[in-house]
């Protein structure tokens, strides 16, 4: 069952620009999660941002969440090399009563020299 | 250091056997997960546990077994009914808060699984 739904799916940008990422959700959230992964590696958690909060900044990232229209985004200011990833949303489950949380599909992110 | 691991980080395996995956957290997290991803794709929950001696069934536990009998620990085995078996395999702890997922996961490295 998947909540969350990254666009785009793959972005390349040069070095130095601002990276924009969205995600979309499908039911009523208590937070949403954005998440960094290295090729072959595990997840690392970027921010974490509750469903009263409109807006989380973190160094270089700003993340957004509009809840009456179901969708987040994450920003990531003046790229680096060291930024290509892939990056994921995860919000908790519909109804949850637990701490699992889904993850969506991803976005591919290639910062070019 | 506080962390969690994940062993081997390479694993080969015939049709038709068993495998066991590792995963060990020294953070004292009540809360620990495996998921499933496959290339270009998100993370899938296989199971998850809350507390020692008790888990659940995530979105696709066919095929799977785990247990919890320490809090450190929560191997995945791999079974011969998985049918497509080959992906690689991510755990994950938190602390828990009961509803609503109000805590970050922490991964480990992954095992890549392969079967021939």
């Known amino acids: 069952s998947q909540q969350g739904e990254e666009d785009p799916q793959a972005l390349s940008i040069q070095e130095g620009e601002n990276a924009t990422m969205n995600c979309s959700y499908k039911?009523?959230?208590?937070?949403l999660q954005w998440y960094r992964q290295n090729s072959g590696r595990g997840l690392v958690h970027l921010i974490l941002i509750r469903s009263n909060e409109r807006e989380k900044h973190s160094g270089r990232l700003r993340v957004t969440l509009d809840t009456s229209k179901k969708s987040s985004s994450l920003l990531i200011t003046a790229s680096r090399a060291a930024d290509t990833a892939s990056y994921f949303c995860a919000t908790d489950a519909p109804g949850n009563r637990d701490d699992k949380i889904i993850f969506g599909k991803g976005t591919r992110l290639h910062i070019l020299p | 250091d506080g962390g969690i691991t994940q062993s081997p980080k390479y694993l080969f395996r015939k049709e038709g056997q068993n495998v066991t995956l590792s995963c060990e957290q020294n953070l004292n997290h009540d809360a620990m997960y495996w998921y499933r991803q496959d290339p270009g794709q998100g993370l899938r929950l296989i199971y998850y546990s809350q507390i020692v001696n008790d888990f659940q069934k995530g979105d696709i536990a066919e095929g799977y077994s785990v247990s919890r009998e320490k809090k450190e620990s929560f191997p995945l085995t791999v079974t011969s009914a998985q049918k497509n078996p080959t992906a690689f395999y991510l755990c994950a702890s938190s602390m828990v808060s009961g509803t609503g997922a109000f805590y970050e996961q922490y991964f480990g490295p992954g095992t890549r699984l392969t079967v021939t």
């Open positions: 039911t009523s959230i208590n937070n």
